[in-house]
């Protein structure tokens, strides 16, 4: 499974040689993203489930799911965001190495 993830988000990794540190916490967040969007999944199915049978209790346990949903919504939002950042810096962190001429390689580093 890890390397079909590499390959997904990192189509040119060959290119680069990543910190295990970088890619380690890169592939848990998405690990993370995945789970919640899983959970959100079932969340809505359920949500739609007790919408259709239009009980009262079913329709009124829709306001604690939906409420569920938008807080895992904003987790995943969230977690990407962090990914951006800690992307880009270490997208930085590679070009100041290749800018001075101290690195031959492009580099991922954790930061």
């Known amino acids: 499974m890890e390397s079909k993830w590499k390959e997904m988000c990192f189509p040119d990794l060959e290119r680069y040689q990543m910190d295990g540190k970088v890619l380690q916490n890169f592939q848990k967040s998405f690990v993370q993203v995945q789970d919640i969007l899983d959970q959100n999944r079932l969340l809505i199915n359920e949500i739609n489930q007790n919408h259709e ?12 799911l939906i409420r569920e ?40 580093r954790s930061g």
Request: glycine share 10%.
């Open 53 to 64: 049978s239009k009980q009262a209790d079913h329709l009124g346990r829709n306001v604690g």
């Open 69 to 108: 949903l938008n807080n895992n919504i904003r987790t995943v939002a969230s977690l990407y965001g962090d990914l951006s950042h800690s992307f880009a810096k270490s997208i930085d962190a590679s070009s100041e190495g290749e800018s001075t001429g101290t690195n031959h390689q492009k580099r991922f």
